[in-house]
Structure formats: structure tokens, C-alpha cells
């Protein structure tokens, strides 16, 4: 692995720490193979996140179907963008095995990603902002959409295999731009707008310890 790709890897786990609001982060390279990630103690699970990649993409629902007795998600059925995937979500605390359509819009044309507070519900959700090709596609998706009937009138935000929200569509969501809502903390919709903006990690990175990152 070159010197350059792993101090660029470093670097893009920074810019994630500090769109992600997280002080008292430090990121180095090691070795040829190893990338330091410190930080408090009590941020273990999110100094893990910064080195994951994050995978967006936005897929018409063809079905839902609520699964009980089930505590968590399983895996996603993974598939290429061009054919159908099964993944699955929560959907009022049950969980929900979604059937989803190819990708409608990949997560490449959203170019900025920003966490915001609803000043009425006091909650947090992630703003998205298209690209020009990016908002014309989702135009044309939400107002495909809007015809059909539920649950064929929801499109899911599918992040790294996960479906995060699957909203209703109404009519064309147009000027490119789209919410990711749910029951977000501040710092869960931080991180999440910092993984979307910094896209994919040049490199793999797997956890060697709780304050470590080592490239495979």
C-alpha cells in the first residue's frame, strides 16, 4: 500500500471526525499497513465508524412486508445496482423485509450532506443536496412514484445494505433536495452526513483494537 493512499485514507477519516463534530480525535499513519485512530474512551463505537465506508444509494420499494419476533436486521442480499436487492429496516420499531428496485439514484450525485435540527419536533435529520444530473433523476423517480399505490409509492434510502428510511412519495420531489429522517441523535446524524460527504475510503479498513484501524 502507497505512503499516499494511506495518508489520503488518514486524511478522509479526519475530515469525517470533524464533520461528525468530534473533538479530541487523532488520526496517524503507523506503518505501511496501519492507521491510528485515538480518541475518549466512551466514543468507541464512533471512532469504529470513521473508518467505514459508506455506501448510499436510493431504490423504488416493490414490496414491505413486517417481520415479528425478529430483534434485528439480517443482511442485506446483496446484488449490483442494475438488479433488485432484499434489505431490510425499522419501521416504528418492527422490523421491516423490503423487496427494492435497481438503483434510481446512486449515492455519487448527492454532493453535500448536513445534519439539521427540526425546529417544531426538536429531532434531527440528514439534508441532501443532488447534483444537477442527481435531481433530475430523483424528480423523475418520486414523480414515477407518486402514481402507485403503498407500498409501491415508497422509495428507500438504502446505506451500506441497511435501509435507513423508505418515505412515501406524494408528488415530484424536486430542486434537489431530499431528508434523511428517523429517530437520529445529533451525533447519529452527524455521522451519517460525515460518511456521506466523504463517500468510500480509497482502502479497506478493518478494527485491530478499540482505538485502531488496520488496512487488509
Request: charged share 20%; glycine share 8%; with cysteine.
Amino acid at each position: 500500500m502507497s505512503p499516499q493512499t494511506l495518508e489520503r485514507t488518514a486524511e478522509l477519516i479526519r475530515d469525517r471526525a470533524a464533520k461528525a463534530g468530534l473533538g479530541g480525535v487523532k488520526v496517524t499513519v503507523e506503518d505501511e499497513n496501519q492507521i491510528t485512530v485515538s480518541g475518549p474512551a466512551a466514543r468507541q463505537e464512533t471512532l469504529e465508524a470513521l473508518g467505514q465506508p459508506a455506501e448510499l444509494a436510493f431504490r423504488p420499494v416493490l414490496s414491505a412486508v413486517p417481520e415479528t419476533g425478529v430483534e434485528k436486521c439480517p443482511d442485506a442480499v446483496e446484488g449490483s445496482p442494475s438488479e433488485p436487492l432484499t434489505a431490510c429496516g425499522e419501521s416504528q420499531d418492527t422490523v421491516v423485509t423490503y423487496r427494492l428496485g435497481p438503483v434510481a439514484v446512486r449515492g455519487t450525485e448527492v454532493s453535500e450532506a448536513e445534519a439539521a435540527r427540526d425546529e417544531q419536533s426538536n429531532g434531527w435529520y440528514v439534508k441532501l443536496d443532488f447534483t444537477s444530473a442527481g435531481a433530475m433523476k430523483f424528480a423523475n423517480v418520486t414523480g414515477q412514484l407518486s402514481q402507485q399505490v403503498s407500498p409501491q409509492n415508497q422509495f428507500a434510502i438504502v446505506l451500506d445494505g441497511v435501509v435507513v428510511s423508505a418515505p412515501e412519495v406524494n408528488g415530484p420531489i424536486t430542486g434537489g433536495e431530499a431528508q434523511i429522517s428517523g429517530s437520529f441523535t445529533k451525533q447519529e446524524a452527524r455521522q451519517l452526513a460525515a460518511q456521506v460527504n466523504t463517500g468510500a475510503l480509497p482502502v479497506h479498513l478493518s478494527v485491530s483494537s478499540v482505538t485502531k484501524l488496520r488496512v487488509d
